[in-house]
């Protein structure tokens, strides 16, 4: 692939320049890499936007995000132990891939996936998310990515553990 690409879908350009983590629209996210995008729902809460459904109103992005979607890459998002700070979450379902886990993960109404490092035994337990603003993608309702708006800082304050070891449960 040469270091300039032009991405159709449809007829339409959804993407011109290089394919990297930070894609133009909804449609270019989906296609550029192997492990689709997580899109979450954002609608405004009391102090910025808020995932849709998820009953901790944690704000995620500015309020002028609300009505669009939060993005990110399955690999961009960290799962920590309950007692952290960061998004409410659990673990429903997890599945082998590769030499990693994908964990399927609920955040209020929505499942996101979780690409974590080796083979991860974390069924139906309860934890928190985080990911740091720079891997996180905002996009309004119409797809578009929004480039004046930064996701907020979701990280956990104890025991930060970008990525569990390869073998145990993430609690050890």
């Known amino acids: 692939m040469r270091d300039h690409v032009i991405l159709m879908q449809q007829g339409n350009i959804v993407q011109e320049g290089t394919l990297s983590d930070q894609t133009d629209s909804v449609d270019a996210a989906n296609a550029t890499s192997s492990m689709a995008m997580n899109f979450l729902p954002l609608i405004e809460g009391e102090h910025g936007a808020v995932i849709e459904g998820e009953t901790s109103s944690l704000p995620v992005a500015p309020k002028e995000a609300a009505g669009g979607y939060l993005g990110l890459r399955p690999g961009a998002i960290e799962l920590h132990p309950v007692s952290a700070t960061g998004m409410p ?3 429903l379902r997890t599945e ?6 994908m964990a399927h993960v609920a955040v209020g109404p929505h499942v996101v996936r979780v690409r974590l490092n080796g083979h991860q035994p974390i069924d139906n337990q309860t934890c928190k998310l985080t990911w740091a603003p720079a891997l996180a ?3 309004d309702a119409q797809g578009a990515r929004q480039d004046t708006l930064l996701a907020f800082a979701l990280s956990a304050t104890d025991r930060r553990i970008p990525r569990p ?3 145990g449960s993430f609690q050890h």
């Open 89 to 91: 979450a659990k673990v």
């Open 96 to 101: 082998r891939w590769e030499d990693d886990t």
């Open 137 to 139: 993608q905002l996009f």
């Open 165 to 167: 070891p390869r073998v």
